[in-house]
């Protein structure tokens, strides 16, 4: 094999994406947009490394992958435990239940999707994947048009909970601030870059405001505790705590844990580590 081909096959297996579509017994898959796995490989390779800094590009990696080897969308994403689109959160039984999905509503629907995978194909085909500035957009707007024609299938309290379950699905895996100014949630609710930035400013703030919460609380409970204990060893215990000594930790952020914290107060007496402390 070449040396080129070599290095093409380890960088998709190291970005945890198989090299080619194989059936469960081994032999290669049919209906996939490649006759040979070179082919597949550089494809899936030219769109990884477009993806290398483009978190919006990189989450559409599944559905691309979906779509080069010609297996039902969301396989892809079911299999690495990552965030599905509308069209592959019907493969999961249990969501088709949840938005009272019939078998031959869901038939038709495979039946569809079919037709339309090769279309996207065919779509994706003509793709510059070197054009990075609109790469994003042009595949989203491949899966847009999918979910738009698939939504006719469905009935419109099904679509609506269809959506209502991918915002829960996003939500599993990133904060909501990350949900909110990214597409496309982002998109869907207009955000400007603008709102995206106030809402990561504000979002900091209020993790920062939570900690001091928490740290009220670990407060509360570390007293409760030692209330169990009789005078003696509780002062034994804050003489092993001593003053307070404030460590960071890797991020920077400052932890305390001294006999004032024990007492549910500051007693001022504590030394700073790091800058500004």
Do not use: W
Request: aromatic content about 6%; charged content about 30%; some cysteine.
């Amino acid at each position: 094999m070449k040396i080129n081909q070599i290095l093409v096959c380890l960088f998709v297996f190291a970005l945890a994406v198989p090299c080619f579509g194989q059936e469960k017994d081994g032999k290669e898959g049919k209906g996939g947009m490649f006759d040979s796995k070179e082919e597949y490989g550089n494809f899936i390779g030219s769109a990884k490394r477009a993806s290398a800094e483009n978190p919006e590009l990189r989450s559409l990696i599944p559905l691309i992958n979906d779509i080069a080897q010609g297996q039902p969308i969301g396989s892809t994403a079911a299999r690495y435990g990552t965030a599905s689109s509308e069209l592959g959160l019907l493969s999961n039984p249990r969501i088709r239940e949840d938005i009272e999905m019939v078998d031959d509503q869901y038939r038709e629907f495979q039946d569809r999707q079919r037709t339309l995978q090769k279309e996207m194909a065919e779509q994706l085909r003509e793709i510059d994947f070197t054009d990075t500035e609109n790469l994003a957009s042009q595949i989203k707007e491949i899966r847009d048009s999918a979910e738009r024609e698939m939504n006719e299938l469905l009935l419109p309290h099904q679509v609506k909970r269809l959506r209502q379950l991918r915002m829960q699905s996003l939500l599993q895996r990133r904060d909501l601030v990350q949900v909110l100014t990214s597409d496309p949630i982002k998109s869907d609710l207009k955000i400007t870059d603008e709102q995206s930035q106030e809402l990561r400013d504000y979002q900091v703030q209020m993790q920062e405001d939570l900690q001091r919460e928490i740290a009220k609380l670990q407060d509360k409970a570390r007293s409760r505790l030692l209330s169990k204990l009789n005078p003696s060893q509780k002062k034994e215990v804050e003489e092993m705590i001593g003053d307070t000594f404030v460590f960071q930790n890797a991020r920077g952020n400052a932890k305390g844990n001294a006999k004032g914290k024990l007492e549910g107060k500051a007693k001022g007496k504590g030394k700073a580590f790091g800058k500004g402390k």
